[in-house]
């Protein structure tokens, strides 16, 4: 059974820092493409950022300079470092898992929020 776990969200203040993680498990990890995207409400679901099996980056407009994709093999595990945080970043934040190799699989994970507020 495939699973991943976000975990890391909360309340912070404007200005201030998130790391969050997404534990991965049921799957060979290391040949996925991993991505990190965001629902506010109201608003569709937008793409944060994505690391492949390769090392590759990709970021949004608004997080690039502010947010840093990593990923972990060892731990089957991806981590999205946030700083200088707004209010317009508070969303709930997905984990998605894609397979390279045969794109139709993909999962995604239950979500984490992140409020903004001081």
């Known amino acids: 059974q495939v699973q991943l776990v976000e975990s890391g969200g909360g309340l912070v203040q404007p200005g201030g820092s998130l790391r969050l993680s997404c534990a991965a498990s049921g799957i060979i990890f290391s040949i996925y493409k991993i991505g990190w995207y965001r629902q506010a409400p109201g608003k569709q679901r937008e793409l944060v950022a994505v690391?492949?099996?390769?090392?590759?980056?990709n970021y949004a407009d608004f997080g690039s300079g502010r947010f840093t994709i990593s990923r972990d093999n060892a731990k089957n595990t991806v981590y999205l470092q946030m700083n200088s945080l707004n209010a317009e970043d508070t969303a709930v934040y997905y984990c998605?898992?894609?397979?390279?190799?045969?794109?139709?699989?993909?999962?995604w994970g239950q979500g984490t929020q992140v409020t903004v507020s001081s």
């Open positions: 998605n898992a894609r397979n390279e190799r045969k794109p139709t699989l993909a999962y």
């Open positions: 690391l492949t099996s390769g090392g590759g980056t």
